[in-house]
């Protein structure tokens, strides 16, 4: 399992030490801006980001009392700034100092999602490349259908990261938004330049529009993101699971020495880090729907997104963190069985080449339906039978009529199936 520090610094993030942080980084790129404005002189800003200091423990303590973590969170900071701190908070909502925090958290989170992408990406790539001659049985409806490489498997999966990576960095541009627009978003009693020139300080974008929130749709949006994440990481978990069963075999996860599979039965050797990724983007995808339940509020604000929001911003940021990196572990430490990926592609005398074999003989000029005829009795008779496709036709005078037995070898090459791999690894510059 790869082992990097972003699991901690991503959990640092939710703390609230943090979270208050962001909230005091909030009020100074405030006070920052009306002091540009020429509204708090130097020497009170000089005064308030010398002084200004919050206690999780005292803010809790106030907490009891006035029922309103932000006003808790003032409270502390004024004690400690004194005089000064009579032009924190000017012409604020709580929601100014809520919301923009949170975007700056999922900022954060969001690097660190970037980065455990990128990261995987090259894992896969480098994996790609170890395998671009790998053979292996391609599957639809899980049923073998024609050969490929396992290097070619991996493409696809670069592909639906690459794509989500995409798509994510568009959701967090989307929330790297910012809003100092006081009661209902009026302006009534901020100048908008204070908005514009704080976001600035912070690295955020104004938002076009705010009621006394940011809208909903954009956190959805990213949550959403992240649930795709967690569904294509899940899709490779459950190929990985399929391709470790004792009947395919063809991949397993790697297995550390001591390491024990079962209570029970000695034997086992079992995916349980795909399996964990399956069950946490179940959790995910849940999360992204809870996302969603909060975009309709009532009026220009309400607080029922708050509490939801509490839970599904750090649980799912988290989760992706984790499960990239989880992910990441188990390919760079895959077992590759060559040898069974071949034996399960020429299984039942490579009835996989069944297409060559029908085009072949269309080529020699039977209709579609006669040479499809001919291909499926010869191949369901060695899959029905346990037997041997290739010496079913070697001994069919129906295809000897047609087929030469050096025509017949030519259709089992397996490299023709392969002749395009390279126009594939190109797309991906590997």
Same mark, same amino acid.
């Given at each position: 399992?790869?082992?990097?520090?972003?699991?901690?610094?991503?959990?640092?993030?939710?703390?609230?030490?943090?979270?208050?942080?962001?909230?005091?980084?909030?009020?100074?790129?405030?006070?920052?801006?009306?002091?540009?404005?020429?509204?708090?002189?130097?020497?009170?800003?000089?005064?308030?980001?010398?002084?200004?200091?919050?206690?999780?423990?005292?803010?809790?303590?106030?907490?009891?009392?006035?029922?309103?973590?932000?006003?808790?969170?003032?409270?502390?900071?004024?004690?400690?700034?004194?005089?000064?701190?009579?032009?924190?908070?000017?012409?604020?909502?709580?929601?100014?100092?809520?919301?923009?925090?949170?975007?700056?958290?999922?900022?954060?989170?969001?690097?660190?999602?970037?980065?455990?992408?990128?990261?995987?990406?090259?894992?896969?790539?480098?994996?790609?490349?170890?395998?671009?001659?790998?053979?292996?049985?391609?599957?639809?409806?899980?049923?073998?259908?024609?050969?490929?490489?396992?290097?070619?498997?991996?493409?696809?999966?670069?592909?639906?990261?690459?794509?989500?990576?995409?798509?994510?960095?568009?959701?967090?541009?989307?929330?790297?938004?910012?809003?100092?627009?006081?009661?209902?978003?009026?302006?009534?009693?901020?100048?908008?330049?204070?908005?514009?020139?704080?976001?600035?300080?912070?690295?955020?974008?104004?938002?076009?529009?705010?009621?006394?929130?940011?809208?909903?749709? @954009?956190? #959805?949006?990213? +949550?959403?993101? !992240? $649930?795709?994440?967690?569904?294509?990481?899940?899709? *490779? %978990?459950? /190929?990985?699971?399929?391709?470790?069963?004792?009947?395919?075999?063809?991949?397993?996860?790697?297995?550390?020495?001591?390491?024990?599979?079962?209570?029970?039965?000695?034997?086992?050797?079992?995916? @349980?880090? #795909?399996?964990? +990724?399956?069950? !946490? $983007?179940?959790?995910?995808?849940?999360?992204?729907? *809870? %996302?969603? /339940?909060?975009?309709?509020?009532?009026?220009?604000?309400?607080?029922?997104?708050?509490?939801?929001?509490?839970?599904?911003?750090?649980?799912?940021?988290?989760?992706?963190?984790?499960?990239?990196?989880?992910?990441?572990?188990?390919?760079?430490? !895959?077992?590759?069985?060559?040898?069974?990926?071949?034996?399960?592609?020429?299984?039942?005398?490579?009835?996989?080449?069944?297409?060559?074999?029908?085009?072949?003989?269309?080529?020699?000029?039977?209709?579609?339906?006669?040479?499809?005829?001919?291909?499926?009795?010869?191949?369901?008779?060695?899959?029905?039978?346990?037997?041997?496709?290739?010496?079913?036709?070697?001994?069919?005078?129906?295809?000897?009529?047609?087929?030469?037995?050096?025509?017949?070898?030519?259709?089992?090459?397996?490299?023709?199936?392969?002749?395009?791999?390279?126009?594939?690894?190109?797309?991906?510059?590997?």
């Amino acid at each position: 399992m790869i082992e990097r520090y972003s699991r901690e610094e991503m959990k640092k993030i939710w703390e609230l030490d943090s979270k208050f942080q962001y909230y005091l980084d909030v009020e100074l790129a405030v006070c920052r801006a009306y002091n540009k404005k020429g509204q708090i002189p130097d020497d009170a800003l000089k005064d308030i980001i010398s002084k200004a200091a919050f206690s999780v423990e005292r803010i809790d303590e106030i907490e009891k009392e006035v029922r309103h973590d932000l006003i808790a969170f003032l409270t502390n900071v004024n004690e400690n700034v004194g005089e000064s701190s009579r032009y924190i908070h000017m012409g604020m909502t709580s929601s100014d100092v809520i919301d923009t925090a949170l975007a700056l958290q999922m900022k954060d989170a969001g690097k660190i999602i970037i980065e455990d992408m990128d990261s995987l990406i090259n894992t896969i790539k480098e994996k790609a490349k170890e395998h671009k001659n790998t053979i292996c049985i391609g599957r639809s409806h899980g049923v073998h259908a024609e050969p490929m490489t396992f290097g070619v498997k991996l493409c696809g999966w670069i592909d639906l990261f690459e794509r989500n990576k995409r798509n994510f960095e568009k959701a967090l541009y989307e929330a790297s938004v910012g809003q100092i627009s006081g009661p209902v978003g009026t302006y009534s009693n901020i100048d908008p330049e204070i908005e514009v020139l704080a976001c600035e300080y912070l690295n955020l974008r104004p938002a076009k529009f705010s009621t006394q929130v940011i809208a909903r749709d @954009i956190h #959805a949006q990213y +949550l959403q993101a !992240l $649930a795709l994440i967690a569904s294509v990481i899940e899709q *490779a %978990a459950v /190929e990985l699971r399929h391709l470790q069963k004792t009947e395919v075999l063809e991949v397993e996860e790697g297995f550390s020495k001591g390491q024990k599979g079962s209570s029970a039965m000695p034997h086992k050797k079992n995916p @349980i880090s #795909a399996e964990n +990724l399956s069950g !946490l $983007a179940r959790v995910v995808r849940s999360n992204s729907i *809870a %996302a969603m /339940e909060n975009i309709p509020l009532w009026h220009e604000r309400d607080i029922s997104h708050s509490s939801a929001e509490r839970i599904i911003f750090p649980d799912s940021t988290i989760l992706i963190d984790y499960m990239l990196s989880r992910l990441e572990g188990v390919i760079k430490n !895959l077992v590759v069985h060559k040898d069974n990926m071949l034996k399960n592609t020429n299984l039942f005398g490579g009835i996989v080449f069944s297409q060559k074999v029908l085009l072949s003989l269309c080529g020699k000029g039977l209709t579609r339906e006669e040479a499809y005829k001919i291909v499926q009795r010869n191949a369901l008779d060695a899959f029905e039978n346990n037997g041997d496709f290739k010496a079913n036709l070697l001994k069919d005078h129906d295809v000897l009529n047609y087929l030469s037995t050096r025509e017949i070898d030519e259709c089992f090459n397996v490299e023709e199936y392969l002749k395009n791999v390279n126009c594939i690894y190109k797309r991906f510059g590997i």
